[in-house]
């Protein structure tokens, strides 16, 4: 038993280790690229601040001239372009190359953060009350090695899979839109690390529309790493990896230590003479209205850490120790016991994408997808040892279960509404057929009339007594891409978006959710929320980020036709309306009552959605097939229980459903 692990944030270090991956982690081996090293006139001291915020103390002296290390131009920084005045601070520790993290799934033992010390001292103090002894020194040299390597290394010329964008050279509106994407690049001492939401010179009270956010940065990431520019999406995922481990408190509670923050700003903090320094200032929620829980942040982090390993080459950052202990925190957050009763995730209302009161609380479809592509990209990235082969075996168990309910239980065509048309209600029993005991009452008048013949989808939601119908399109497309859905389910929900195309594209691309809430049930369900009025923002409003998702939906099914009439539709009007955040009204007519503009993931969307019909080799890294192996789990554990026959073929053959 170890009682306290002290973790004091350490002076930065340089390093030039990069880890390599064992054969059985990857299909293929990339070595890298010798330029992918350390800058060594570049060393920061990292630090523990006040007041909640996190950083690489860089000192910047107002008095001197500008001096950009960065790859992007000193213009786009949107901080300060003053010369970043380095404090030469290096010590000669060498890093602790363990991986040797043990997991705490489905385990009794715990950890828990707090703060000692006072106001102005704020080490980060882990008191284990397990027999673990490994996951709070990994921490603690988890920041260490993070500090030591986040910003130092020169990434030029790391790409080695050899992506790049346009075949047929950048169209007038390409070129306007790397121009506003490349203004919307944030940095934090002199290196690129992020990309505001969003960068509208005519608004008065950004609000929190000036910080980068982990899901937004979703399309700029993929657009920078299309375009084999990886440096800044490296920065992303090193920096968001420290504001995990950091001490974070709503109220007088601390949220679990593998929570990612919903957004970050970096913030300029005045020293004397004339200089300053820049720090991270995460939200995890306790400013976000409504207080909302970023659960979303922590399964795009591994989606993208993915991405960045396939699109590169470069597995050597996943294989990194503090980044496999980042990937196991958040597992261990997503798959620790509570008290469910589905392979699903808990959440609460507003947890992802829609983060206002939208009647999404209990296991929204949104989260479930994530959920599922976070589990596939992990079981992908993990370095299997000792230390981490019970997570392992957790995530694959949690991916077959989460599959059969998904796909089970959230599945709605014309005949399954027909079969929930005729229920039986109140049955008592494990063999019941309506097992949620759904009444038939629910099925929406609306439903009856929309579905078409040929097509389905997955539901909103699902709990007992209660199915929310409504399609929510992210959910859906995130699981034709991650294969949440079988084969089969995936063609079906695009040939729906086909069929109900004036509902689900109309003049802008995409319905967020389909259809709005109105009048009493907006009234009870949003709280007559003035903002999310029906047919406008999250109530239904069209989110042209949703490009990209849909074009990667309609890759992965072999039918780019359909995005690219999505994208030519969108092209048009994109830039005549100063890339809005959102449109308005039924089929998307008006630019959103309360949009931004030069929103960046609706230009970082446009962006990749064009990168990657142009490179369909590159789309392919980024979806997942069936996996009939944790089909066959899946089957083998219903046919304990008497309901299926076990095989790969009877799994092949049956797909579950
Ligand atoms: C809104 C959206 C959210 C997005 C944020 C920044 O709050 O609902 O999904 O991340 O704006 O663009």
Redesign the pocket.
């Known amino acids: 038993m170890k009682p306290y692990c002290r973790i004091l944030l350490r002076r930065c270090r340089n390093s030039d280790f990069f880890g390599f991956r064992s054969p059985n982690c990857h299909h293929s081996f990339t070595p890298v690229p010798s330029n992918f090293r350390l800058n060594s006139d570049n060393n920061r001291k990292f630090n523990s601040f006040p007041h909640g915020l996190l950083g690489f103390r860089c000192v910047i002296d107002r008095t001197q001239k500008p001096n950009c290390a960065s790859t992007f131009g000193c213009g786009q920084s949107r901080v300060f372009s003053s010369r970043v005045y380095v404090i030469a601070d290096v010590s000669s520790n060498f890093r602790n190359y363990s991986t040797s993290v043990e997991t705490r799934v489905n385990e009794n033992n715990f950890e828990r953060v707090y703060v000692q010390g006072g106001m102005n001292v704020k080490p980060l103090v882990v008191e284990r009350i397990d027999k673990d002894e490994n996951i709070g020194r990994d921490v603690e040299s988890r920041l260490e090695d993070n500090s030591e390597n986040v910003n130092n290394e020169n990434l030029e010329g790391l790409n080695p899979v050899g992506v790049l964008s346009t075949g047929k050279g950048e169209s007038d509106v390409e070129t306007e839109a790397w121009k506003l994407l490349r203004n919307a690049v944030v940095t934090y001492c002199g290196s690129p690390i992020g990309t505001m939401?969003?960068n509208d010179p005519a608004d008065k009270q950004p609000l929190?529309?000036d910080?980068v956010?982990?899901?937004?940065f979703l399309p700029s990431g993929l657009a920078f790493l299309l375009k084999g520019e990886a440096e800044i999406v490296r920065n992303f995922l090193l920096h968001t990896l420290q504001l995990q481990s950091w001490e974070k408190t709503v109220d007088c509670y601390s949220p679990g230590q593998g929570l990612m923050p919903?957004?970050f700003k970096v913030r300029t903090v005045p020293l004397d003479e004339n200089k300053f320094e820049e720090v991270l200032d995460p939200d995890f929620g306790e400013s976000?209205?409504g207080r909302v829980a970023p659960v979303d942040s922590g399964l795009w982090w591994i989606i993208l850490l993915s991405a960045y390993g396939k699109l590169t080459g470069d597995y050597a950052l996943q294989e990194r120790m503090d980044v496999q202990t980042g990937i196991k925190l958040i597992l261990n957050l997503c798959l620790s016991d509570g008290f469910d009763m589905f392979p699903s995730l808990l959440v609460t209302d507003g947890s992802?994408?829609?983060?206002?009161r939208m009647g999404i609380h209990g296991h929204p479809l949104e989260i479930q997808a994530l959920f599922y592509s976070a589990l596939r990209c992990s079981r992908e990235m993990l370095s299997v040892d000792d230390g981490s082969k019970n997570l392992v075996r957790a995530i694959n168990n949690r991916l077959s279960a989460l599959s059969f309910h998904i796909r089970e239980y959230y599945w709605v065509d014309m005949k399954k509404i027909n079969e929930i048309y005729r229920y039986k209600t109140e049955e008592y029993s494990t063999d019941a057929t309506n097992k949620f005991n759904i009444y038939p009452e629910q099925i929406p008048h609306w439903l009856v009339d929309w579905i078409p013949e040929k097509g389905g989808y997955l539901i909103g939601n699902l709990q007992p007594a209660h199915m929310d119908f409504r399609f929510f399109t992210l959910g859906n497309l995130w699981s034709i891409v991650s294969s949440l859905g079988t084969p089969k389910q995936n063609e079906a929900i695009l040939n729906l978006i086909e069929a109900k195309w004036d509902d689900l594209m109309g003049h802008m691309p995409l319905k967020i959710c389909y259809p709005a809430l109105e009048y009493e049930e907006w009234r009870i369900i949003t709280g007559s929320d003035p903002k999310n009025t029906p047919w406008s923002?999250?109530n239904g409003g069209s989110w042209p980020t949703l490009l990209w998702q849909f074009t990667l939906a309609c890759m992965k099914m072999g039918r780019p036709e359909l995005a690219r009439k999505a994208l030519d539709m969108a092209e048009k009007r994109l830039p005549v309306d100063s890339w809005p955040?959102y449109y308005d009204t039924r089929n998307g007519k008006f630019i959103g009552k309360q949009a931004?503009l030069n929103?960046?993931?609706s230009i970082a969307g446009f962006l990749t959605s064009k990168m990657l019909l142009e490179n369909p080799e590159m789309a392919s890294l980024l979806f997942w097939e069936e996996d009939y192996e944790l089909l066959e789990v899946c089957v083998c554990a219903l046919s304990n229980s008497g309901r299926k026959k076990c095989s790969r073929g009877a799994a092949k053959s049956q797909i579950l459903i």
């Open positions: 939401a969003a929190n529309y910080q956010f982990i899901r937004d919903a957004s976000a209205i992802c994408m829609i983060d206002r923002y999250h955040e931004r929103q960046t993931w």
